[in-house]
Structure formats: structure tokens, C-alpha cells
């Protein structure tokens, strides 16, 4: 193999995309997939890949040291793509331990474990940071955020990222770890844990349950299908400046009143009921609090430079999304039992 390559959070939603697109377009690459599987992380998100020869899996938490420094002994990386993080906003809010471990500790475990195997021979090497956009806060009404955005972060989740993407510069800065870091947008598409908005309102469409939009519906985010994201990965793996941050979006800003009204429409069609029937479970529940009104993203650096856009436009998106979720209902079934059954009535119970 010409390289081994770290994919942390491989058994997540976005990690599994990166972990399928480098197993099979770099066969001369070994990829390690390092996660703890946590309710978030699930391995049949890659039982297409899992038995090939350039793919392992490797079930460890980053947030124990010494399993962190134990890989780095077992293998000796060329490259490290970490996105293991907790990542939702809500679970920050009624519990941010977890996200100051694992997002903040467990990045800062896997940099003193690269250090420390790089320390030597660092040239080559490259620590890729797996970022959100919500650690430049929300904007107003207009604006993009830029590179140069100032961080702001609002929410317990956005302020871990935040401090991981603090750590990761100032490991660079410090003692010279080659790093790159990139900050996305809201991302949609196949194997999202139906917590987050968009597979939690596809699931509660076709079980006939109501879809809680938080407060008006009237907050912002800018939706970039999974695959894009995945796909800029791999440029800025490969031809990303070492110490440079790229910010990665869809340029597809949607209030999300306007996506849930969308999405009913496509339901509607999809499972064969009459126009206006999903729209009748959209009900309006107590805000989210401190919730962020609007993030968009000026992807123009990434474009420019790395010659990278987005492909499918939100509707078509939105509809492989949706015809992914209703031909993989077993999928669905799997992951909502259990943890996320408990968590959900927390959620939503009494609202
Ligand atoms: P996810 O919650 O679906 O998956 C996270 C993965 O990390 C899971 O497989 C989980 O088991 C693993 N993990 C969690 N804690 C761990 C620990 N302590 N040790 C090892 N593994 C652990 O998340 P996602 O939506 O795929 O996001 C992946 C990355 O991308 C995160 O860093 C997130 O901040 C970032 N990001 C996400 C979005 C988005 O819209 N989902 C947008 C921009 C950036
Ligand atoms: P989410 O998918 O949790 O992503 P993020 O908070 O990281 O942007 O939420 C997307 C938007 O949808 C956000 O404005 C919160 C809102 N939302 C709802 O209105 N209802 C819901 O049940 C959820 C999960 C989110």
C-alpha cells in the first residue's frame, strides 16, 4: 500500500461517505476507520466496502489517550481525516460533557498522537480537521461567512468545534504539524441518524406523525448534499495548502419551513398519497434555545482554487435522499430502536 490513511468517525453519517470514496477510488491507499460507534456510528452504513483488502476497522474512543496513542503504534499514518465528533446541536444542549470529550479532548488526543509520530518527519504528512460553519455563529439577513469570518460560536456543539479548530491551528502554529481544516455547511443525504432535520422528517412523514418545526420555521441553513461534501474532502486532501482553512457550502440557503413544505410535496408523491397530506403534520414546536437564525457560505476559495462545485440541485437531491430512506426502511428500524427510541421521547414528549 502506498499510504495508510486514519478516517476517524468513519461509521458516521459523513464518515461513511469519505470512508466508501477513498476504499474504492484509492485502492493503493490502506484506510483505517477508527470509531467508537456510538448511537451515531453504525457499521452497516459500509457493508458494501467492509470486506475489502484496503479497509480496516479499528473500534476505538478517542477521547482514552492510550488507545489513541496504541493505533498510532499499531500503524504509521500518511494521513489522518478526522471527523469523530458528537454532532448534534440538540444533545450539546442537554448534555455538552460529551462534546467537550470527545470533541475537544478526543482532537487534541489524536494531535499529540500525530505529533508524536511525526515529530521526526512531519514533511508529507497532513492532519485534516473536519469542521462545521456553525463555529462562525449566525449571521443576519445578509452576509456570507468567509475564512475570514471571525468565530462566534453560539451553541455548546458549535463552541467544542470551535475550540478543536483552535487547538488544531495552534498544534500547526506551535510545533509545525502540517494541517488543513475545512468548515461546512448543514449537510443532507443517505445514512443521516433521523435526528437531525431532514431524515427525522422523511421518517415521521411516512409513520404519519407530526414534524416539529422549532419556532416559526423561519431560521436559515444552507443544505450541501453528503457526496459534495465528500468530494471536497478528497480535493482537500490531496490539493489543499497546508495551514489553510477552506469553507465548504451549497450556496442553497432554505428557511426551514420552505424545505419541510418541499420535502412534504416529494413524500406526497413517493408514497402515492393525494398533494397537501404530509403538509397537514407540520406543527410548530417551543424553539430551540439560543437557536442560530441563519448560516451561509462563501464557497468561492474552494471553487476557485480547488476547482470544486456541488452537483445535484436541492430537489433532485432532496429526492434521492428520500427514495434512499424509503428503500432502506430496514435501516431506519435498526437505528430507531434502542438509544435513539429513549431520546427521541425525551426530545419530543410534551412539546
Ligand atoms: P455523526 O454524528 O453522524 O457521526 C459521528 C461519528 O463519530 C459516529 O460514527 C460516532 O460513533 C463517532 N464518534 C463519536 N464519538 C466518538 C469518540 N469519542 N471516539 C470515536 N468515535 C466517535 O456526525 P456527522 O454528521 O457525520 O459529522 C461528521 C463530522 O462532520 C463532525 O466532525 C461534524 O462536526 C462535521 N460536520 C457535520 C455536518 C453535518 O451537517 N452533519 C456539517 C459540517 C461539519
Ligand atoms: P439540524 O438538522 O439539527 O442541524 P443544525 O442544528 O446543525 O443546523 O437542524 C436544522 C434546522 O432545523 C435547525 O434550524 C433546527 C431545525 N429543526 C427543527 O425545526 N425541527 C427539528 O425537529 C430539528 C431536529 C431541527
Known sequence: MKKTILITGGAGFIGSHVVRRFVNNYPGYLVVNADKLTYAGNLENLTDIDTKKNYLFEKIDIVDKQSVLDLFKKYSFDGIIHLAAESHVDRSITGPDEFVFTNIVGTVNLLNAALNSWKNAPEGKLFYHISTDEVYGSLGKEGLFTEQTAYDPKSPYSASKASSDHMVRAYNHTFGIPVVISNCSNNYGPNQFPEKLIPLAINNIKNNKPIPVYGKGENIRDWLYVEDHAS?????????????????GGNNEWKN????????????????????????????????????????????????????????????????????YLTNLKWLERVLSGDYGKYYDFMYSGK
Not at 235 to 247: A, Q, R
Not at 292 to 316: H, M, N, T, V
Request: aromatic share 8%; charged share 30%; net charge negative.
Open 232 to 248: 471536497a474532502i478528497d480535493l482537500i486532501f490531496h490539493h489543499g495548502k497546508v495551514g489553510e482553512t477552506y469553507n465548504i
Open 257 to 324: 419551513i420552505d424545505l419541510i413544505l418541499l420535502l412534504c410535496r416529494i413524500m406526497d408523491k413517493k408514497i402515492n398519497q393525494s398533494a397537501g397530506t404530509s403538509e397537514k403534520l407540520i406543527t410548530y414546536v417551543k424553539d430551540r434555545p439560543g437557536h442560530d437564525l441563519r448560516y451561509a457560505i462563501d464557497s468561492s476559495k474552494l471553487q476557485k482554487e480547488l476547482g470544486w462545485s456541488p452537483i445535484p440541485e436541492f430537489a433532485d437531491g432532496l429526492e434521492k435522499t428520500v427514495e434512499w
